[in-house]
């Protein structure tokens, strides 16, 4: 036998060959069984290499909060500060953090009309001072909490009573200003960040430059202010000084047809494009700096490039778009 | 031992064995490895896996069946594989019929939901014609998710999660805090576990159904403010015993008799008890030919027979003018020659309508009014009792109940002041809020401590103490002693030491 294998240059074993095709099954078993349970998708990897176009942001992960108790109910709106994520999950009532890869690491807020409390945490944004500001839709009020949730006291009022906030929905922070959009009041309010009144762009109505219900604002490297409008299905862009510049509603020149539908979260990137949420449609499109659709992603599904009412949005120093799925109960991550 | 050595060796030495076994080994590898790529590929690629009655492989190919798109919440329902929005292919990020205007679709000054106009834009808000995600082309599967998608508070107006006349669906559950109770519309439960109901019944038209905000709601439009349902667990078209003789809780009036006024032409349904049956009518109909009416007109045909059709293709309804609004029908192309009031019997389906009083709160950005209810007028204990039937009793003196019997709280009586109630005519006028109905004791959606009152109508520190707030509007059963400090009362209830800090009623002593 010896003599016989001695002969052929590419002689096998055939107990080899059978170990070979084994250990084969088994590493099969093994990616189906971690792709199963894990609900990953092992090869989407090379496929979104293979098939995303240039500029459309690619699926990074889902994060759905730690497993036994830290799961979200209703995740609402999505900031990025302090090297951290933070979540407002408004039906636990709560503010979830993560560190950057998804990972928990605490959660704070509890349900009440105390100071520090929160019956409908929405708008969430952080200052490069390492606070936090939390917008509650009813409890009329702007909280501020330092980097790890502990209770700073009301931003911009002593007592919600004072109403300078009734409805207070969308929040972003940009150079040492604070901006809160109020979705009864119909106006975008910016603050300084000690919670002095700076300025207020416009009323309830439905021409330019009016708002229904506004839910979100981004403002971009240039001062520009982006406002969702979300009854009027529509963005609305003002320059630094409150000042209307245009629409972006996904046509043309913002004159024609909306692409929205209770159009929700917005932020816009280093290179002035623009993210925005349409929560009915289950989908967030990307236009460029001058307004032109880049990427819609999305449709109604809990698959990884599917939302269930999508949100909130935000966009992050590293181009990460992170967006909540309410219903789906998790944040989606994208790398753009 | 040795001869299977023997035997192997044997094989070994066949002529050309060796190429065939190394072929059939590399053969053999090859394909483990092609198995190998092929299976995780296989498996992996979708990426999701939803349980239910879809595979992972039938995203794409997934057929409708009137099973799917039905359930509420975080469901895994219908999933067509089309990502959007009104069409099929191309163009797909264009919600087709928009304008600028109103997240609501609609045109500036119209509503969102009912009193459709001719250049109506209102039903791209919530339906997509070609690509929904649920039953009846709903935007989202799951009609509790998609009411909240804006009646939560996020459009400014009309939030279900803060107090209202309707309480609210927001309260803390938390019985130390708020002990919240709501009426359950996210559609867990059937419409049979309504207390008072027909705890048993499966019909999936009517008790076995799911409850939801479309219970009662409709948010097409209706008879009634806030925009309650016309026909509510099917009450309107359900004949009040079933085929076996059980009750149904039905309020469908079969084989009315029918009366003519040839002054104006109208022919109109009596009931049995020689009353006149208004309007409106429902008018859906079960489909076949010719088609069956709910509010079905009958005639004899030659043989004495009340029959619905008027020819194979065409029923009675389709020839005859029905105002189905007005809840009369008219002949005009005489159809009915020969035949006298007598030869013409009705099924009526009554729609339910509820009145209410309600003032005007503010204005939506384009214009539409927003009110809020402030008393009712009429028929609203009966929209409640359209699932709690057993509860909207006239008395209790005598056990009352069409599915089970006992005592229970009479409704319609006398109210005290500063209570929610229908109006009554006083010195003959219409004065709002003088009799009790369900809604003057309890909330429509919900209620938890931060909208609950005690008997002296003042807002209350602590949550109920019961199991269930049961949706009351005053707390514990300060329910009861909101009324029952004075009225009809023979015992005496408190003593002087306790009045002082427990009066109530019309005339409290301070």
Same mark, same amino acid.
């Given at each position: 036998?010896?003599?016989?294998?001695?002969?052929?240059?590419?002689?096998?074993?055939?107990?080899?060959?059978?170990?070979?095709?084994?250990?084969?099954?088994?590493?099969?078993?093994?990616?189906?069984?971690?792709?199963?349970?894990?609900?990953?998708?092992?090869?989407?990897?090379?496929?979104?290499?293979?098939?995303?176009?240039?500029?459309?942001?690619?699926?990074?992960?889902?994060?759905?909060?730690?497993?036994?108790?830290?799961?979200? =109910?209703?995740?609402?709106?999505?900031?990025?500060?302090?090297?951290?994520?933070?979540?407002?999950?408004?039906?636990?009532?709560?503010?979830?953090?993560?560190?950057? =890869?998804?990972?928990?690491?605490?959660?704070?807020?509890?349900?009440?009309?105390?100071?520090?409390?929160?019956?409908?945490?929405?708008?969430?944004?952080?200052?490069?001072?390492?606070?936090?500001?939390?917008?509650?839709?009813?409890?009329?009020?702007?909280?501020?909490?330092?980097?790890?949730?502990?209770?700073?006291?009301?931003?911009? =009022?002593?007592?919600?009573?004072?109403?300078?906030?009734?409805?207070?929905?969308?929040?972003?922070?940009?150079?040492?200003?604070?901006?809160?959009?109020?979705?009864?009041?119909?106006?975008?309010?910016?603050?300084?960040?000690?919670?002095?009144?700076?300025?207020?762009?416009?009323?309830?109505?439905?021409?330019?430059?009016?708002?229904?219900?506004?839910?979100?604002?981004?403002?971009?490297?240039?001062?520009?202010?982006?406002?969702?409008?979300?009854?009027?299905?529509?963005?609305?862009?003002?320059?630094?000084?409150?000042?209307?510049?245009?629409?972006?509603?996904?046509?043309?020149?913002?004159?024609?047809?909306?692409?929205?539908?209770?159009?929700?979260?917005?932020?816009?990137?280093?290179?002035?494009?623009?993210?925005?949420?349409?929560?009915?449609?289950?989908?967030?499109?990307?236009?460029?700096?001058?307004?032109?659709?880049?990427?819609?992603?999305?449709?109604?599904?809990?698959?990884?490039?599917?939302?269930?009412?999508?949100?909130?949005?935000?966009?992050?120093?590293?181009?990460?778009?992170?967006?909540?799925?309410?219903?789906?109960?998790?944040?989606?991550?994208?790398?753009? | 031992?040795?001869?299977?050595?023997?035997?192997?060796?044997?094989?070994?030495?066949?002529?050309?064995?060796?190429?065939?076994?190394?072929?059939?080994?590399?053969?053999?590898?090859?394909?483990?490895?092609?198995?190998?790529?092929?299976?995780?590929?296989?498996?992996?690629?979708?990426?999701?896996?939803?349980?239910?009655?879809?595979?992972?492989?039938?995203?794409?190919?997934?057929?409708?069946?009137?099973?799917?798109?039905?359930?509420?919440?975080?469901?895994?329902?219908?999933?067509?594989?089309?990502? &959007?929005?009104?069409?099929?292919?191309?163009?797909?990020?264009?919600?087709?019929?928009?304008?600028?205007?109103?997240?609501?679709?609609?045109?500036?000054?119209?509503?969102?939901?009912?009193?459709?106009?001719?250049?109506?834009?209102? %039903?791209?808000?919530?339906?997509?014609?070609?690509?929904?995600?649920?039953?009846?082309?709903?935007?989202?599967?799951?009609?509790? &998710?998609?009411?909240?998608?804006?009646?939560?508070?996020?459009?400014?107006?009309?939030?279900?999660?803060?107090?209202?006349?309707?309480?609210?669906?927001?309260?803390?559950?938390?019985?130390?805090?708020?002990?919240?109770?709501?009426?359950?519309?996210?559609?867990?439960?059937?419409?049979?576990?309504?207390?008072?109901?027909?705890?048993?019944?499966?019909?999936?038209?009517?008790?076995?159904?799911?409850?939801?905000?479309?219970? %009662?709601?409709?948010?097409?439009?209706?008879?009634?403010?806030?925009?309650?349902?016309?026909?509510?667990?099917?009450?309107?078209?359900?004949?009040?015993?079933?085929?076996?003789?059980?009750?149904?809780?039905?309020?469908?009036?079969?084989?009315?008799?029918?009366?003519?006024?040839?002054?104006?032409?109208?022919?109109?349904?009596?009931?049995?008890?020689?009353?006149?049956?208004?309007?409106?009518?429902?008018?859906?109909?079960?489909?076949? *030919?010719?088609?069956?009416?709910?509010?079905?007109?009958?005639?004899?045909?030659?043989?004495?027979?009340?029959?619905?059709?008027?020819?194979?293709?065409?029923?009675?309804?389709?020839?005859?003018?029905?105002?189905?609004?007005?809840?009369?029908?008219?002949?005009?192309?005489?159809?009915?020659?020969?035949?006298?009031?007598?030869?013409?019997?009705?099924?009526?389906?009554?729609?339910?309508?509820?009145?209410?009083?309600?003032?005007?709160?503010?204005?939506?950005?384009?214009?539409?009014?927003?009110?809020?209810?402030?008393?009712?007028?009429?028929?609203?204990?009966?929209?409640?009792?359209?699932?709690?039937?057993?509860?909207?009793?006239?008395?209790?003196?005598?056990?009352?109940?069409?599915?089970?019997?006992?005592?229970?709280?009479?409704?319609?009586?006398?109210?005290?002041?500063?209570?929610?109630?229908?109006?009554?005519?006083?010195?003959?006028?219409?004065?709002?809020?003088?009799?009790?109905? %369900?809604?003057?004791?309890?909330?429509?959606?919900?209620?938890?401590?931060?909208?609950?009152?005690?008997?002296?109508?003042?807002?209350?520190?602590?949550?109920?103490?019961?199991?269930?707030?049961?949706?009351?509007?005053?707390?514990?059963?300060?329910? %009861?002693? *909101?009324?029952?400090?004075?009225?009809?009362?023979?015992?005496?209830?408190?003593?002087?030491?306790?009045?002082?800090?427990?009066?109530?009623?019309?005339?409290?002593?301070?």
């Amino acid at each position: 036998m010896t003599e016989i294998a001695q002969k052929r240059p590419f002689s096998i074993k055939r107990k080899y060959v059978y170990w070979v095709i084994q250990l084969m099954f088994v590493i099969a078993l093994t990616g189906f069984l971690y792709s199963y349970f894990t609900n990953k998708n092992v090869f989407q990897g090379v496929q979104n290499f293979a098939a995303t176009p240039t500029g459309e942001p690619t699926f990074v992960k889902l994060i759905y909060g730690k497993f036994g108790g830290g799961e979200f =109910e209703k995740p609402m709106a999505v900031t990025v500060a302090n090297e951290r994520i933070y979540v407002s999950d408004t039906n636990k009532k709560r503010i979830q953090i993560f560190d950057l =890869e998804g990972n928990p690491i605490k959660t704070f807020g509890e349900w009440g009309s105390k100071p520090g409390q929160f019956q409908f945490p929405y708008g969430v944004a952080g200052d490069s001072n390492g606070n936090i500001f939390v917008a509650d839709l009813y409890n009329n009020s702007v909280s501020k909490f330092d980097k790890d949730g502990k209770y700073l006291g009301l931003f911009a =009022e002593k007592q919600a009573s004072e109403k300078v906030l009734v409805a207070p929905a969308g929040l972003a922070v940009k150079e040492e200003r604070v901006y809160v959009t109020d979705v009864e009041l119909n106006v975008v309010k910016v603050f300084d960040l000690n919670g002095n009144l700076v300025k207020q762009i416009g009323s309830k109505g439905v021409k330019p430059g009016q708002f229904n219900a506004p839910n979100a604002v981004a403002v971009d490297g240039e001062g520009k202010i982006y406002v969702t409008d979300t009854g009027n299905q529509r963005v609305q862009v003002f320059d630094k000084n409150g000042k209307f510049l245009k629409i972006i509603n996904g046509s043309v020149d913002g004159n024609g047809q909306s692409v929205f539908v209770n159009p929700r979260g917005i932020s816009v990137d280093d290179n002035g494009n623009v993210f925005v949420v349409s929560n009915l449609t289950h989908r967030f499109y990307v236009f460029d700096k001058d307004g032109k659709q880049k990427a819609a992603i999305g449709g109604y599904g809990e698959g990884e490039k599917q939302f269930s009412l999508p949100n909130g949005l935000f966009v992050d120093e590293r181009g990460r778009v992170y967006i909540t799925d309410t219903m789906n109960q998790r944040v989606a991550v994208f790398q753009s | 031992m040795k001869s299977m050595v023997k035997y192997f060796n044997k094989t070994r030495q066949i002529k050309g064995g060796n190429k065939v076994k190394k072929f059939s080994l590399v053969m053999a590898l090859a394909m483990a490895i092609m198995l190998t790529i092929g299976v995780s590929a296989a498996l992996a690629a979708p990426g999701d896996y939803q349980p239910g009655t879809q595979t992972t492989s039938d995203k794409y190919t997934t057929t409708l069946d009137s099973t799917m798109g039905n359930s509420d919440s975080t469901s895994y329902g219908l999933r067509n594989g089309l990502s &959007n929005a009104n069409q099929t292919g191309t163009g797909e990020e264009v919600n087709d019929g928009s304008t600028a205007g109103d997240v609501i679709k609609n045109v500036t000054g119209q509503r969102t939901h009912g009193e459709y106009q001719n250049d109506t834009n209102s %039903c791209a808000s919530c339906h997509q014609t070609h690509t929904a995600s649920g039953k009846n082309l709903l935007f989202k599967n799951g009609t509790y &998710n998609t009411c909240t998608a804006c009646h939560d508070g996020t459009l400014g107006f009309y939030n279900v999660f803060q107090g209202s006349n309707a309480g609210t669906f927001g309260g803390n559950p938390d019985k130390a805090v708020g002990n919240a109770s709501v009426h359950m519309a996210t559609g867990v439960m059937t419409v049979a576990a309504a207390p008072g109901g027909n705890r048993t019944s499966t019909d999936s038209n009517t008790w076995g159904k799911e409850f939801n905000c479309a219970s %009662c709601h409709s948010p097409h439009g209706s008879y009634s403010d806030r925009l309650l349902h016309y026909n509510p667990n099917g009450v309107g078209n359900t004949a009040p015993t079933d085929a076996t003789g059980n009750p149904t809780g039905g309020k469908k009036i079969v084989n009315a008799t029918i009366a003519y006024d040839s002054a104006t032409g109208k022919y109109t349904a009596v009931d049995a008890s020689g009353n006149t049956v208004a309007g409106p009518f429902l008018y859906g109909y079960t489909y076949g *030919k010719p088609k069956l009416y709910w509010s079905q007109i009958r005639v004899k045909d030659a043989t004495g027979v009340f029959t619905h059709k008027y020819s194979a293709s065409e029923s009675w309804n389709d020839v005859l003018k029905v105002n189905y609004r007005g809840g009369y029908f008219t002949d005009p192309d005489g159809v009915l020659a020969g035949k006298t009031a007598a030869d013409i019997q009705m099924d009526v389906a009554p729609a339910t309508v509820v009145k209410m009083n309600a003032a005007q709160i503010g204005t939506t950005p384009n214009n539409v009014a927003i009110t809020s209810v402030t008393s009712y007028k009429s028929g609203v204990s009966g929209f409640c009792a359209a699932c709690h039937t057993d509860y909207n009793s006239t008395s209790a003196q005598s056990e009352s109940g069409t599915f089970s019997k006992a005592f229970r709280h009479k409704i319609v009586q006398g109210l005290k002041t500063g209570m929610i109630g229908e109006e009554k005519l006083v010195n003959g006028v219409a004065t709002p809020n003088q009799t009790m109905v %369900c809604l003057s004791c309890h909330y429509a959606h919900g209620t938890d401590k931060s909208t609950m009152l005690d008997a002296r109508d003042t807002a209350v520190t602590a949550p109920d103490v019961n199991a269930s707030s049961a949706l009351k509007r005053y707390t514990n059963m300060a329910v %009861c002693w *909101k009324c029952h400090t004075d009225s009809k009362a023979e015992q005496l209830k408190n003593n002087d030491s306790l009045w002082n800090q427990k009066d109530a009623g019309t005339a409290p002593i301070n």
